[in-house]
């Protein structure tokens, strides 16, 4: 899922100073499941906010909340449509997606990303998640033993390890397991060393071309339009 | 889900109705009185409140609080951990210091119908109680010279004083009952002749059984019932130096204990089956034992013969062979094994059935009990009604008080001509604890309420003391609190992260075959950590009764004074006002407002921000650290608080305006508050300098 | 075909020594011209690092052609850390056209252990993919498979860690870089010879020439600097304890001492088939090294 991490509270009060009355929009899925825009955190920030503005003496903001289940899907973010009417801006505590969801529907409205949205990843325990994927469009876990070496791997390289492991960590930050260390004991493990023997040819990096789209024929009807 | 509200009037989205299941302490008791709530409420420390609602669901709890056998401790859960609670001797702890004495029920009278109630044992006074209460006159008609039945005659002194009958009798007189003692009923027509709309027939069971064997008429043979009824009136009669008792129920063990306390020197018990199937109570066996009772187990008399002023008893041993239809093993006597013994007295306690004079003209049945609907308690009269050991044979003080209850109901049902609906009982926990779940509690000894020494026993005043404040409220946070825990009230906005499973300290909440996370109503203890870390906030616990609703009332009706800090401090409910480990907060000098709370680790963060964004100099949270009762929760606030100080820093405000204080073997938690107010106040003062340094 | 004067040497069987030169951060280039100057004669050739550690510097490129300049046989060192495979291309065809035809193939340091610690880092292609893009265009055609106007020709080199802690994987990518096209390695800094003649007994299978990585330290402090800070190094406690024994200013001394000894060692064992001498900004003392090497 994908994994994000709130703005320092001076960032978000910058961003919001033009603005007097404020919808802090949060979502229901991946934000909810890392503790950073569900409905608690939606809560706390417009407190955290209000807090500020006391302190501070001003009293410019005024602070309303909601959640919708997910902000990537259009029929969602809809919902918001009869509170925006009495609003001059919103504050998505959705990854960039959601923000740019919101903009997208409500185009005459402001909306400020209130976290920087990190990468895609699972959790490892509570409270700590790894990136797993790059959505590199060229999976290559068959011939790494499910090891991904593009977001394990500092460098991203497919020939590896380079130099820079010493005791099965990486040169570029020592907490973190050499992908390339990992994957040679799971080929091991598996009986696929061959594998790591073989040369691979340079990234096709032409799926990651931007913007990105992708169409699911099964699915789509040309000449049908969304909500 | 969605609230927009403005942020200043933020609400708790609590849910407020209750979704509890009922614990199976309360489907035990016959009166399915709220014993979860009342011993919640005595741990922490609110004595009246748990006399309140102990009165709402027993009419006479002080009778109860002593001599009540207690199926909910039998049935209670917190015997799978360690030990059961002590929910009896809780209940007499709370008549005590909540001042049951001096309540008085106001009543008017309402309807003109007269009942009557035939038999003032603890169903027929139940009985009144509740009509009485509805509005309807009532009377009263006793045989003996006291009200009380079974409790003024059958129960020795020593485990029930006389004055607590007097009390209820006052009482009940006070409420507009019309009580008539010394007379006898001999014919309810002429009941229903002086005006009577309704009776019940409520007359007990107090005729003991003969044991029918020869010599049982000699003297020196005396009824249980008999004996202890001649006691309760004050009779003291000299049972010799050897006396033998019959049987294996509490009539046994109680006219044995008198026999002791009447200088008889040994007292045997006699009794045809084992320690397990004698259904006396455990603890009063123990108590017989050590004060120096024997019981011969496995034995039956067979003759009584008369010699030399001497009872000759000959027994014969019996063996234990298959259970009978209740569960027990059945006794044949072994042939041949008869052998003889020398007593002064014999006392048969083996059982008791009802009498009725033929007049009452009411359908009887197995061991001459009266016959009765069980939904409507109606006999074959109409507009009488029967209840108690009447109709049950020998049974226990709360069901007869259920029986009374349910009378009365059922009287006033007939007289309103409504039609008897069966109650609708809540859904129920009837499993036990699982291991996983049982692993994980913090294992806390009973405590039990103080007893008199043996020796000092041999009298008939009250053996039974009552606890001491702080062990009363210790051993009622050992409660679980079955069945009013955590429940995810909103699947559609799950988002199955996961938290409440991890956040669980007992391990409750579980992925189900469909990856729902469900968690199960009869596992879950209530700690509400799960409830204030969910991300989506979604769980709430089924019958939530927290003080936190007040936070906003506190901070409105307080004022900020510049030069006199007022700090808000958020302590738990137990540790300040219950089991004492906080209690030396209340010396400590600052101005400070506590908000109680139950257990600090439903303290949210939300909620300590919303103090300061009211504008108090300082919040503090008071937990009980090491004695918690419960798991984690120190470790849970910690990790809150420093949240709430990260928020604190971005937002202008000094992180040390936020303290966490836990009581402990080395800490005096009055001296750590003194220090946080004498931070904040110097922390005050420097920014009041630094302002005017300014200006 | 020999490609270059370095080749030429490589196939001669003589104990090779080669060098390597950092560039200076800015456009003086004068202390590096000393450098060049003082070693292009005493030495096969010299090497010059590419952002070395990731720190941004003067290009390797510029240095290897000023190496030209002054008469020397340089050792162009390419990184993939910082330019796309249409960059790298590029750069080797102005590379062979200025007359440089020796490259080390290197995947690069990463972005964090540098200067530039918010810059994007590149890694389009690794050490492998780059040794088989230099093959690639020697049969005249670029990596897209477009036919190329006038194709390169190098000898080409690429770097290899015989003392990595966990032997197997570095095995196995030394001989993908053979299987590319490899023709000599230079080591990762050695410091215990007895890892090395381990390792070449592996690698004396592969018709390529091995140069033994000798570090110069100047002291236990750099040398723990080293150990905790740049990629690829690990000083035996063993020799900072050596080092931390001497007197203070004779530092670099001992240092100069400890190489001269593990390259007269490896020369007169014939261990490996010669040395690349990395002494790290003190390139002064590099002929008074090999005096004390290789006299006698």
């Known amino acids: 899922m994908i994994v994000a991490q709130q703005k320092?509270?001076?960032?978000?009060?910058?961003?919001?100073?033009?603005?007097?009355?404020?919808?802090?929009?949060g979502c229901g899925t991946c934000m909810t499941v890392c503790d950073i825009g569900g409905e608690r955190e939606v809560a706390l920030l417009s407190q955290a906010l209000t807090l500020l503005q006391t302190t501070k003496g001003t009293k410019k903001h005024s602070f309303y909340i909601s959640t919708v289940k997910r902000q990537c899907d259009p029929e969602f973010v809809e919902l918001l449509k009869e509170k925006l009417s009495n609003t001059d801006a919103v504050l998505s505590l959705g990854c960039g997606i959601g923000v740019q969801a919101i903009a997208e529907k409500f185009s005459d409205l402001p909306v400020l990303p209130g976290v920087n949205t990190l990468f895609i990843g699972m959790t490892k325990e509570q409270g700590v998640w790894d990136e797993r994927c790059a959505a590199c469009g060229e999976c290559h876990l068959e011939n790494t033993g499910g090891i991904c070496p593009i977001t394990r791997c500092t460098k991203g390289i497919l020939n590896g390890p380079c130099a820079g492991t010493k005791n099965g960590k990486c040169e570029a930050n020592p907490n973190m397991d050499c992908a390339w260390i990992q994957i040679y004991n799971r080929l091991e493990r598996l009986q696929q060393l061959d594998k790591i023997r073989q040369y691979y040819e340079p990234r096709n990096y032409l799926p990651l071309q931007r913007p990105k789209r992708f169409i699911n024929n099964a699915l789509y009807s040309a000449g049908e339009t969304h909500g | 889900m969605s609230t927009s509200l403005n942020a200043e009037s933020l609400v708790q989205v609590h849910q407020s109705s209750d979704r509890s299941f009922m614990p199976p302490c309360q489907v035990a008791c016959p009166l399915h009185m709220e014993i979860r709530e009342y011993v919640d409420l005595v741990a922490q420390g609110r004595i009246m409140e748990a006399l309140k609602v102990i009165r709402n669901g027993n009419p006479f709890p002080a009778i109860c609080a002593n001599v009540c056998t207690h199926p909910c401790e039998e049935a209670c859960r917190r015997g799978q951990v360690d030990s059961p609670i002590a929910i009896r001797a809780l209940k007499k702890f709370a008549v005590e210091y909540g001042g049951d004495r001096m309540i008085q029920t106001e009543t008017c009278t309402k309807y003109s119908e007269k009942v009557a109630i035939v038999g003032s044992g603890p169903a027929g006074l139940a009985c009144a109680y509740y009509l009485r209460k509805t509005g309807y006159p009532v009377t009263v008609f006793e045989l003996h010279t006291e009200i009380g039945g079974m409790l003024r005659v059958g129960i020795p002194r020593y485990r029930l004083p006389q004055y607590v009958l007097d009390i209820e009798g006052e009482r009940l007189t006070r409420m507009g009952v019309e009580i008539r003692t010394n007379v006898r009923v001999v014919s309810l027509d002429l009941l229903f002749e002086l005006g009577y709309k309704a009776i019940f027939v409520t007359v007990g069971a107090h005729q003991s059984l003969k044991m029918e064997i020869e010599g049982e008429e000699s003297p020196g043979v005396i009824d249980g019932a008999t004996f202890l009824r001649e006691v309760n009136l004050g009779f003291r009669p000299y049972l010799g130096k050897k006396v033998g008792v019959v049987g294996g129920g509490n009539v046994a063990v109680d006219a044995a204990r008198t026999a002791v306390r009447l200088g008889s020197e040994k007292v045997n018990i006699l009794y045809r089956r084992s320690r397990n199937e004698m259904p006396a109570d455990s603890v009063e066996i123990d108590m017989a034992l050590e004060e120096g009772i024997n019981i011969n187990f496995l034995v039956q008399p067979v003759k009584i013969t008369r010699q030399n002023g001497k009872l000759i008893v000959t027994c014969i041993k019996m063996?234990?062979?298959?259970?009978?239809?209740?569960?027990?093993?059945?006794?044949?006597?072994?042939?041949?094994?008869?052998?003889?013994?020398?007593?002064?007295?014999?006392?048969?306690?083996?059982?008791?059935?009802?009498?009725?004079?033929?007049?009452?003209?009411?359908?009887?049945?197995?061991?001459s009990t009266i016959q009765v609907d069980p939904v409507t308690l109606t006999t074959n009269r109409p507009g009488v009604f029967a209840g108690g050991d009447a109709v049950t044979g020998p049974a226990t003080v709360t069901e007869a008080l259920s029986a009374g209850r349910l009378a009365a109901k059922r009287i006033v049902d007939f007289l309103q001509h409504k039609y008897p609906e069966r109650e609708k009982d809540k859904e129920a926990i009837t499993t036990p604890l699982l291991e996983e779940t049982i692993v994980n509690i913090k294992k806390l000894a009973r405590i039990d309420p103080p007893v008199l020494p043996a020796k000092d026993r041999m009298d008939f005043i009250q053996e039974e003391l009552v606890y001491d404040w702080k062990s009363a409220i210790n051993e009622a946070r050992r409660c679980l609190r079955c069945g009013m825990g955590a429940e995810i009230t909103s699947q559609d906005e799950c988002a199955s992260c996961l938290t409440c499973l991890r956040t669980c300290p007992y391990k409750i909440p579980q992925v189900n075959p469909e990856g729902i996370v469900e968690i199960p109503v009869d596992q879950c203890l209530a700690c509400g950590l799960c409830v204030t870390?969910?991300?989506?906030?979604?769980?709430?616990?089924?019958?939530?009764?927290?003080?936190?609703?007040?936070?906003?009332?506190?901070?409105?009706?307080?004022?900020?004074?510049?030069?006199?800090?007022?700090?808000?401090?958020?302590?738990?409910?137990?540790?300040?006002?219950?089991?004492?480990?906080?209690?030396?907060?209340?010396?400590?000098?600052?101005?400070?407002?506590?908000?109680?709370?139950?257990?600090?680790?439903?303290?949210?963060t939300e909620d300590i921000l919303r103090s300061f964004i009211a504008g108090v100099a300082g919040v503090f949270i008071a937990g009980c650290g090491e004695y918690c009762a419960r798991e984690k929760t120190a470790a849970i606030i910690l990790k809150r608080t420093e949240r709430v100080k990260n928020i604190l820093k971005q937002s202008g405000i000094n992180p040390v305006r936020l303290r966490t204080i836990f009581a402990g073997k080395d800490v005096d938690p009055a001296k750590e508050l003194d220090k946080f107010i004498d931070d904040i106040s110097r922390l005050l003062l420097t920014q009041a300098i630094s302002r005017e340094v300014k200006t | 075909m020999v490609k270059s004067l370095f080749e030429e040497k490589l196939n001669s069987g003589k104990f090779l020594v080669t060098t390597e030169i950092g560039p200076p951060k800015g456009t003086d280039t004068s202390e590096l011209i000393n450098a060049i100057d003082l070693l292009k004669d005493r030495v096969d050739a010299i090497n010059v690092t590419d952002h070395q550690s990731s720190v941004m510097r003067y290009p390797s490129l510029g240095g290897c052609l000023l190496i030209k300049e002054r008469g020397g046989e340089p050792i162009l060192q390419m990184t993939c850390r910082d330019r796309n495979r249409l960059a790298l291309e590029a750069d080797l065809l102005f590379a062979y056209s200025r007359?440089?035809?020796?490259?080390?193939?290197?995947?690069?340091?990463?972005?964090?252990?540098?200067?530039?610690?918010?810059?994007?880092?590149?890694?389009?292609?690794?050490?492998?993919?780059?040794?088989?893009?230099?093959?690639?265009?020697?049969?005249?055609?670029?990596?897209?498979?477009?036919?190329?106007?006038?194709?390169?020709?190098?000898?080409?080199?690429?770097?290899?860690?015989?003392?990595?802690?966990?032997?197997?994987?570095?095995?196995?990518?030394?001989?993908?870089?053979?299987?590319?096209?490899?023709?000599?390695?230079?080591?990762?800094?050695?410091?215990?010879?007895?890892?090395?003649?381990?390792?070449?007994?592996?690698?004396?299978?592969?018709?390529?020439?091995?140069?033994?990585?000798?570090?110069?330290?100047?002291?236990?402090?750099?040398?723990?600097?080293?150990?905790?800070?740049?990629?690829?190094?690990?000083?035996?406690?063993?020799?900072?304890?050596?080092?931390?024994?001497?007197?203070?200013?004779k530092g670099l001394k001992k240092g100069i001492e400890i190489a001269a000894k593990s390259i007269k060692t490896i020369k007169d064992e014939k261990i490996c088939h010669g040395v690349h001498i990395m002494a790290v900004g003190n390139e002064k003392i590099v002929p008074e090294i090999l005096e004390m090497a290789l006299a006698g």
């Open chain 1, 8 to 25: 320092p509270l001076e960032e978000i009060n910058r961003m919001i100073d033009p603005y007097e009355k404020i919808l802090i929009v």
């Open chain 2, 319 to 367: 063996e234990l062979g298959e259970a009978d239809s209740s569960g027990r093993r059945q006794a044949s006597p072994i042939k041949g094994s008869e052998f003889d013994e020398e007593y002064d007295s014999l006392i048969t306690a083996i059982g008791q059935i009802p009498s009725l004079p033929s007049d009452f003209k009411i359908g009887t049945g197995r061991g």
């Open chain 2, 533 to 604: 870390e969910c991300p989506a906030r979604i769980i709430s616990l089924r019958k939530p009764a927290d003080y936190l609703d007040n936070v906003e009332e506190v901070l409105k009706n307080t004022r900020v004074i510049n030069n006199n800090p007022l700090v808000i401090g958020f302590g738990c409910q137990y540790g300040i006002y219950g089991t004492g480990t906080l209690e030396k907060l209340w010396e400590s000098k600052g101005r400070i407002q506590i908000i109680p709370v139950l257990c600090v680790a439903k303290i949210e």
């Open chain 3, 99 to 249: 007359g440089i035809n020796n490259i080390l193939c290197l995947t690069g340091d990463s972005i964090d252990v540098g200067d530039h610690k918010t810059a994007k880092p590149v890694f389009d292609l690794d050490s492998v993919q780059l040794i088989r893009m230099v093959k690639t265009l020697e049969s005249g055609k670029d990596i897209a498979g477009n036919n190329l106007k006038g194709a390169p020709e190098f000898c080409v080199g690429a770097s290899v860690h015989p003392e990595a802690d966990f032997i197997e994987p570095q095995l196995v990518k030394f001989e993908k870089k053979v299987t590319a096209g490899a023709l000599f390695f230079q080591t990762q800094g050695i410091f215990d010879l007895s890892s090395l003649r381990r390792f070449m007994q592996f690698a004396s299978q592969f018709p390529v020439k091995i140069l033994a990585g000798i570090i110069v330290l100047a002291s236990a402090g750099m040398a723990r600097y080293m150990n905790n800070n740049v990629p690829g190094i690990t000083v035996p406690p063993a020799i900072i304890n050596e080092l931390a024994g001497t007197e203070k200013g």
